[in-house]
């Protein structure tokens, strides 16, 4: 697999932006990898069979972080969750002006998912972003930039300055 090759389809996208909204609503808020401003905490319990990467709370954030080889890479562009409302049926969605990813300046696909119902912090909730699937990188050093703003005038600025480790190099 070459970069950003990594094709999922809409149900696995569903269960990916389920079990990513699983993992930052799990950390404590001084742990959270979505509140961190500099990737310190990017690798909070992170899953053995991809990497997730944080989305922000809106503005501008750079972020530097490890990432071991092997790992694909699933992460937001624009997201939102809200809790399961009877008789409503579709997740709450953010109507884009701009949303975008780019790794080393090549942009990259970004697609819709959807969730079905999840339990996270014992509340049925259901997802909506526009997110990025990647494969493995190869060990080395990637700028990824992450730009989306919405009609409400939320906005997210962010750089990752990723480092692909090899741990059988080490």
């Avoid at 070459?2 to 808020?29: M, Y």
């Avoid at 919405?150 to 480790?165: A, I, P, R, S």
Wanted: hydrophobic share 45%; charged share 20%; glycine share 10%.
């Amino acid at each position: 697999m070459g970069e950003g090759d990594w094709r999922i389809g809409a149900a696995e996208g569903g269960r990916l932006a389920a079990r990513w909204w699983k993992w930052a609503l799990s950390a404590p808020a001084d742990e959270s990898p979505v509140a961190d401003t500099t990737g310190a905490y990017a690798g909070w319990r992170q899953p053995s069979d991809l990497w997730f990467l944080a989305g922000t709370f809106g503005g501008r954030v750079v972020r530097r972080c490890s990432v071991p080889a092997g790992r694909r890479l699933f992460f937001p562009v624009l997201n939102t969750q809200r809790p399961v409302v009877p008789f409503v049926t579709g997740p709450w969605r953010l109507e884009a002006t701009r949303a975008s990813a780019a790794l080393n300046s090549t942009p990259l696909p970004v697609r819709e998912f959807s969730s079905k119902p999840f339990l996270s912090l014992g509340i049925p909730r259901v997802a909506w972003g526009l997110w990025c699937a990647l494969a493995p990188l190869p060990a080395g050093q990637f700028v990824l930039e992450i730009r989306a703003a919405d009609t409400q005038g939320f906005w997210v600025d962010t750089t990752y300055h990723l480092t692909v480790t090899d741990p059988s190099a080490a």
